[in-house]
């Protein structure tokens, strides 16, 4: 598809990637993954997610992510994500 295409060119300088699913209404879930061991800096999570709307409003939603930029997840962030020091634990 031509958005999920599209996605992909936005995400990938970034270091961001994503996961897709299409329900049977129609409605798409994605979830972004921060960098590793970086967290949106629009929340305190590695990941956020863009749950149950059409697929146009999605690059929107992603480059309004985008602008909060990231921040180095922290201590806790890194165990719950099992990233970092806590990879293969």
Known sequence: MKTLEKLEDICKPHGVTFD?????????????????????????????????????????????ELESGFYEADDEALRITGQGKYAGA
């Open 20 to 64: 897709y699913h299409k329900d049977s209404w129609g409605d798409w879930y994605i979830t972004f993954d921060a960098p590793p061991e970086m967290c949106w800096g629009s929340s305190t999570a590695t990941v956020c997610c863009y749950n149950g709307g059409p697929l146009s409003g999605v690059i929107g939603y992603l480059k309004k």
